[in-house]
């Protein structure tokens, strides 16, 4: 139990940094270098524990999801899949329609599994990172409104990337290759298996 909440606590807490108002001054301090290894790092023994605490976790069930729910999940998943994805590719339409798709594709992916897991360590996992996002995503958004709020004044104009349809399919290629190993290797990674097995 201990070790999947450390892991939560300190993943979101190096997620919201900038929230806090301490991001600027440790990279300051520490130098932009120095800083984003040790965030790294940091993100990586917090996805550890993650999977570590989940694994070990006792297991409690809150409620009894419908069976036929799993569907629901296995489809959104694809969603969630292509977000991430064009979250981490250059500027496409879905990413400007949507914003911060990475985010949004985390949201999808936590309440889907929200849909066909009621234990109490997938809700605490699942529960507490659709949170995160969407609380990343309403701060950022405010982070934008007041820097396009501040540019004109200072006289700053910025140029927007083009989007590009390129990209978009990029997005969803990569996203359904990552949907296809997840349906593959969701038994052996994580105990449960997506495909039916022989």
């Known amino acids: 139990m201990a070790a999947l909440i450390l892991g939560l606590c300190l993943f979101i807490g190096l997620h919201m940094l ?3 108002g301490m991001r600027d001054p440790l990279r300051r301090h520490l130098g932009a270098p120095r800083y984003m290894l040790l965030v790294c790092a940091g993100v990586v023994l917090a996805l550890v524990l993650i999977v570590v605490g989940k694994s070990a976790f006792p297991f409690v069930q809150l409620w009894v999801p419908p069976y036929n729910w799993r569907s629901i999940t296995n489809m959104t998943m694809l969603t969630a899949c292509i977000f991430v994805a064009a979250g981490n590719l250059p500027h496409s339409y879905l990413k400007e329609s949507l914003g911060h ?3 949004l594709g985390v949201i999808v992916w936590g309440v889907a599994h929200l849909l066909s897991n009621g234990d109490i360590a997938s809700v605490l996992l699942f529960g507490s990172l659709s949170l995160w996002a969407a609380v990343k995503i309403v701060s950022l958004q405010r982070a934008t409104r007041r820097k396009s709020a501040a540019a004109p004044a200072a006289g700053v104009t910025g140029v927007t990337p083009r989007p590009s349809l390129y990209w978009d399919a990029a997005a969803v290629i990569a996203g ?23």
Not at 185 to 192: I, R, S, T
């Open 176 to 198: 359904t290759i990552v949907y296809g190993m997840f349906l593959v290797f969701h038994g052996p990674l994580f105990g449960f298996a997506l495909l039916p097995t022989a």
């Open 18 to 20: 900038r929230e806090m």
């Open 101 to 103: 798709p990475m985010l």
